[in-house]
C-alpha cells in the first residue's frame, strides 16, 4: 500500500524565521512528486518533482526530491504571515496518475 | 478561464440517506478525480474519471458511486450515508496523458451527516 508521511504535524515559528518541512514516501509506480498549500479549502499547487536533486524555487519557497532515499523537503524562508497554512506532500502513481497524501503539516506564522 | 467548480459549498444530510455532489473540470481539461478529506488528514482518493468510465478506485464501499457526462462534468454519490462520510470531498481535474501537469483542485463541497 501506498504511503507518504509528512513531519513535523504542526510548527509555529515567528515572522522571518526559515522553516523546512519533511516528506517520506514508499509508492510502486512512482510518476511524481507535488507540494500542495491548503489555506480554507482548494490546495493549491506548489510545486511538482520528477528528478532527484534539482531544486524548484518559487520566491521564497523551494523544494527539492530524493528518490534514493525516498523524501523530499520544501523550504520557506523569511516566512510571512500569509504563510500560514496546511502543506500537503502528495505523490502521483499508477496510470491513472492517482495523488497519495500525506496528512500534512500544519504552519503557523506569528508576527 | 473557469477553474474547478464544485456545487454545492456546504450540505447537511442525516444518517442513512444519499447525497449528490457536482463538479465541473477546469476548461480544457477531461478527466476527474475525486478526494475525500476528513478533518486533520490528507485527502484520500476515491476514484477517476475518463472518457465517462470509472478508471481507478481507491479503497472505498460500493456506497460511493460517480458518473461523467459528455461534457466531462462529473457527479459523486453517496448512499446510506454513515456519520463518518463527514468530511470534505475535493474535486480534481487533469488533461489524461499529459505527465508533468499538476491536477487542479476545487473550493470543495463540506458534507455534514448527523
Known amino acids: 500500500e501506498d504511503k507518504v508521511v509528512q513531519s513535523p504535524l504542526s510548527l509555529v515559528v515567528h515572522e522571518g524565521d526559515t522553516v523546512t518541512l519533511n516528506c517520506s514516501y514508499e509508492?510502486?509506480?512512482?510518476?511524481?512528486l507535488l507540494w500542495y498549500k491548503q489555506e480554507k479549502k482548494a490546495p493549491t499547487f506548489l510545486f511538482m518533482l520528477?528528478?532527484?536533486?534539482i531544486e524548484k524555487k518559487s520566491g521564497r519557497l523551494s523544494s527539492i526530491l530524493d528518490k534514493k532515499e525516498l523524501f523530499s523537503i520544501l523550504n520557506i524562508t523569511a516566512t510571512q504571515t500569509g504563510d500560514s497554512a496546511v502543506y500537503l506532500c502528495?505523490?502521483?502513481?499508477?496510470?491513472?496518475?492517482?495523488?497519495?497524501f500525506g496528512s500534512g503539516t500544519q504552519l503557523t506564522v506569528l508576527p | 478561464d473557469a477553474g474547478v467548480t464544485q456545487s454545492p459549498t456546504h450540505l447537511i444530510k442525516t444518517r442513512g440517506q444519499q447525497v449528490t455532489l457536482r463538479c465541473s473540470p477546469k476548461?480544457?481539461?477531461?478527466?476527474v478525480s475525486w478526494y475525500q478529506q476528513a478533518l486533520g488528514q490528507g485527502p484520500q482518493f476515491i476514484f477517476q474519471?475518463?472518457?465517462?468510465?470509472?478508471?481507478q478506485r481507491g479503497n472505498f464501499p460500493d456506497r460511493f458511486s460517480g458518473h461523467q457526462f459528455p461534457n466531462y462534468s462529473s457527479e459523486l454519490n453517496v448512499n446510506a450515508l454513515l456519520l463518518g462520510d463527514s468530511a470534505l470531498y475535493l474535486c480534481?481535474?487533469?488533461?489524461?496523458?499529459?505527465?508533468?501537469?499538476?491536477?487542479?483542485f476545487g473550493q470543495g463541497t463540506r458534507l455534514t451527516v448527523v
Open positions: 480534481a481535474s487533469s488533461l489524461f496523458g499529459t505527465p508533468n501537469t499538476e491536477a487542479f
Open positions: 509508492v510502486t509506480n512512482f510518476r511524481s
Open positions: 520528477t528528478s532527484s536533486g
Open positions: 502528495a505523490v502521483e502513481s499508477g496510470s491513472a496518475r492517482q495523488l497519495t
Open positions: 476548461s480544457g481539461h477531461d478527466t
Open positions: 474519471y475518463y472518457e465517462e468510465e470509472e478508471r
